[in-house]
């Protein structure tokens, strides 16, 4: 069963059109939406087991900008690495090509949700950092995520994807895409009163939350988010950046956002009330007018923050 998105009018102005690029091994799968020869572009880069659909109610809202929304490197469509393993500095390393062959013009906006947010943040990190004027993290993991205010979920996770790997691989393979386990992330995760919304949201974590290459693919992904955060690479991030962070994320507390924003050297943020880990399903309107203003003339640094 497919329940429509309330977003699908809108995005059928922004014109989508598919391509692939080779990077680093993997055959990536990539959507253009809007106009080609827009001043703007914002390289979206998803969540954790998501791929591009994930983003899509964001991009949606973005008329007028050319939005290019990847999927991750063994998730979606896109093939796995050839023979690098799926980590932290791997994707990093793939994204910072995937920009360079694209070599786009323009003003170039680089987005990160969630494990998005650890891939850019250490892409930007690196030596030669990316070729973007503006970063923006939606649900930035800032902080490890068993100090998360849910600490024990992960740990039930941890030993979910424990448990997969130590399984034969067809038994395995079958638990890691098992829809009662989904269904119950994607309950645990929204925080609408909005029925409407938490059937769309439940219905597109059945559709795409198990799109991934194979086993070895996602426990190599899921180690690296586990194992990683934003904050690592927070102060050696030169480039202007905006956090926009939610009130009730299970998996980063806004204190610990707080704590993330003092580290650069140039950022603002911004906490979205009464919503938790899915701002790009729950509230992607808010996401993207607060991305519009972010890339507005800009204002000293933390001067537009609002942690309140």
Known sequence: MIVPSPYADLLTLMDARTHTQSV??????????????????VVMVHGFRGDHHGLEAVVAQL???????????????????GTAPHTIDSYADWLAEFLRLLALPGRVVVL????????????AAAPGGLPAQDLVLVNPIAAPALSGPRGMLTRLAVFYYWLASKLPERLGFALLRNRVIVRVMSIT????PSRQRR?????????????????????????????HDVSEYAAAIGTRTLLIAAEKDDITPV?????????????????????????HYEVPED??????????????????????
Do not use: C
């Not at 680093?24 to 572009?41: F, I, K, N, Q």
């Not at 949201?201 to 899921?222: C, G, K, P």
């Not at 204190?255 to 701002?279: C, K, N, S, T």
């Open 24 to 41: 680093l091994g993997s055959d990536t799968r990539y959507w253009e939406y809007g106009d080609p020869a827009a001043p703007t572009t």
């Open 287 to 308: 996401a993207a007018r607060e991305l519009r203003a972010f890339l507005e003339p800009a204002s000293p640094a933390g001067s537009g923050d609002d942690a309140s």
């Open 63 to 81: 008329q007028g900008l050319r939005i290019i929304s990847p999927d991750l490197p063994g998730f979606g469509e896109s093939a796995p690495f």
């Open 255 to 279: 204190q610990a956002q707080v704590r993330l924003r003092a580290l650069f050297p140039d950022a603002r943020l911004h906490v979205l009330p009464g919503v938790g880990h899915l701002i």
């Open 189 to 192: 995760m929204a925080k609408t």
């Open 199 to 227: 059937r769309w949201i439940h219905n597109q974590h059945d559709r795409y939350f198990s799109a991934f290459a194979d086993r070895t693919v996602v426990l190599e992904a899921f180690t690296a988010s586990v194992g």
């Open 112 to 123: 990160g949700h969630s494990f998005g947010s650890i891939v850019v943040a250490a892409a």
